[in-house]
């Protein structure tokens, strides 16, 4: 600890020579932008994962500051902070690659302790490799999947909070993930990851969603307005065909995902993103309800011009993923 502590006191030396008149706050985002920089660029992984230790020491003194929920940390840009719209939490997240291109995540949760009325801060500790069956566990900052989160959305049913986090795991040599994970939190702040908030997309209950493809391929995991194409009940009198109704709507929309081979099917390192089908969950009453087969049109700018309504509440993003 004492060898941390010198090497983070040259670091704050290096980076603050010239922002003396700087406050405090930013002080530390600027070591922190320094130091992040440098482990981004180190090519020794255990050095890389020294910084990182460094790093996690730096952030959590400072999230621990009084008043600290407040900074924005608008110019780091390295790492990944969402913020949600009632202002009860603020998650930080980012990762760290070894020689072999695996990846490990690292983050903070700040949430607010109604208790206490302050704001409590949770180190996030990813398991994400020993976690059997994701999909159908509920899970704490002490076993969390983890990810690099790029949204945060806000809904509400008549009892609960919940902050649904879209992200991505980098997985292994073989397979990569995007989630859609939900994060809740009780009166005292701490969280809960996953929570049966799914509808209509499996058999079984799901508290995440968990994406598991090829490790080249790239699948789109987005949340926008869309305007989609569903098909409606009607048949046309002509045709005899179901008839399709155009909706506009908020919407988490990907790719669905295929086998490259039928031979290679309930193999997810070998399923890759058919771009030319979607599927998307659309939220009603604080629940996100399955929509297969939905054709999101948001490259259409004139039809973009043509939706009426607000966006649905959506977290601020910021982040920086290495190619």
């Known amino acids: 600890m004492k060898k941390i502590g010198v090497t983070i006191s040259i670091i704050l030396l290096a980076c603050t020579l ?21 482990m981004l660029s180190e090519p020794v992984s255990e050095i890389r994962y020294q910084k990182n230790e460094q790093l996690l020491y730096l952030l959590e003194e400072m999230l621990q500051m009084k008043n600290s929920f407040n900074y924005k940390f608008d110019s780091l840009k390295t790492i990944s902070i969402l913020t949600s719209p009632d202002k009860k939490v603020r998650i930080f997240t980012w990762y760290v690659m070894d020689d072999r291109n695996n990846c490990e995540y690292f983050g903070f949760l700040q949430s607010y302790n109604e ?48 902050y649904t986090l879209l992200g991505w795991n980098g997985g292994s ?23 049966p908030i799914f509808r209509n997309y499996s058999k079984t209950k799901v508290y995440r969603i968990v994406f598991e ?11 926008s307005k869309e305007y989609y194409a569903c098909r409606s009940n009607k048949k046309d009198r002509r045709t005899h ?77 910021r982040f920086y993923i290495p190619k």
């Open 115 to 162: 208790q206490q009325k302050r704001y409590m801060v949770y180190p996030l500790t990813d398991k994400s490799k020993r976690i059997v069956n994701p999909a159908t566990q509920t899970l704490t900052h002490h076993s969390w999947f983890g990810a690099m989160y790029t949204h945060l959305l806000e809904t509400q049913t008549s009892t609960h909070t919940y």
């Open 18 to 38: 010239q922002a003396q008149k700087k406050s405090d706050f930013s002080i530390l985002e600027d070591s922190i932008i320094c130091l992040h920089a440098s």
């Open 241 to 317: 065909r179901y008839t399709y109704d155009t909706i506009a709507a908020n919407m988490i929309i990907f790719n669905r995902l295929i086998p490259m081979d039928e031979s290679l099917a309930n193999i997810p390192q070998y399923y890759v993103p058919e771009s030319s089908l979607n599927d998307g969950f659309i939220e009603q009453d604080g629940r996100w309800v399955f929509k297969p087969g939905v054709e999101g049109r948001n490259k259409d700018k004139d039809i973009k011009n043509k939706m009426e309504g607000p966006l649905k509440r959506q977290g601020s993003k």
């Open 213 to 223: 493809y090829a490790r080249n391929a790239k699948l789109h995991l987005d949340y």
């Open 173 to 195: 040599i073989f397979s990569q993930y995007k989630v859609i994970d939900v994060l809740s939190t009780n009166s005292k702040g701490a969280p809960t990851f996953g929570a």
